[in-house]
């Protein structure tokens, strides 16, 4: 009988210890790891912009130009990518389109924010300036916001400032900006 009570208890021993090690070997120690995700607030105008380093050309030939409205619209003129909500800002770097000595004023020229690209908000129409001016207010934030952009001077602009100017090329840089709100 001491034989069986020693095997039975060695059984016990045994199967305790390997049931023991047997759940020790399917368990793991956790370990843990920390992400950080460090944001920064971001706007810019896209190098991918028409506006950055586009030209717009208005050409007057014949009588009918100088008489007539004229319009030139540049789909995807900005693409903004920004984290907040952002103004898009537009002025003339000078008072004057210029060729040498010759001057048209800046006036003459209106720029309008116009439907069509992602960029919401409060789109509007400017008579352009050597001052920053609001072009589209409270635009919602996002990634690659594309704005398309009116170009234009009426017929009584072109009659009244460019009619009797020396013949030529005026130019002047319009500056585009994000500010975010």
């Known amino acids: 009988m001491r034989k069986q009570i ?3 208890a060695l059984a016990l021993v045994a199967f305790v210890f390997g ?13 843990s790891t920390t992400v950080n995700l460090k944001l ?3 706007i810019s105008i896209d190098a991918g912009s028409v506006a950055a380093g586009g030209i717009v050309d208005f050409n007057y030939l014949t009588s ?3 008489n007539s409205a004229k319009n030139v619209t540049v789909a995807n003129s900005l693409i903004v990518t920004s984290s907040k909500n952002f103004d898009v800002k537009v002025k003339a770097e000078g008072e004057n389109f210029m060729n040498g000595s010759n001057v048209i004023p800046v006036f003459v020229l209106q720029v309008k924010a116009v439907s069509g690209g992602t960029i919401n908000g409060s789109l509007k129409s400017i008579t352009l300036s050597a001052v920053d001016q609001v072009l589209v207010s ?3 934030l996002g990634a690659q916001k594309s704005l398309n952009i009116d170009y234009s001077i009426s017929a009584i602009n072109a009659s009244t ?3 009797g100017k020396a013949a030529g090329t005026y130019t002047q840089k319009v500056k585009y900006t994000a500010t975010a709100l």
């Open 161 to 163: 400032f460019l009619l």
């Open 6 to 8: 020693g095997i039975a």
């Open 138 to 140: 409270n635009a919602a």
């Open 64 to 66: 009918d130009d100088y």
């Open 19 to 31: 049931t023991a090690n047997a759940v020790a070997q399917s368990v793991s120690n956790p370990a």
């Open 40 to 42: 920064s607030d971001v």
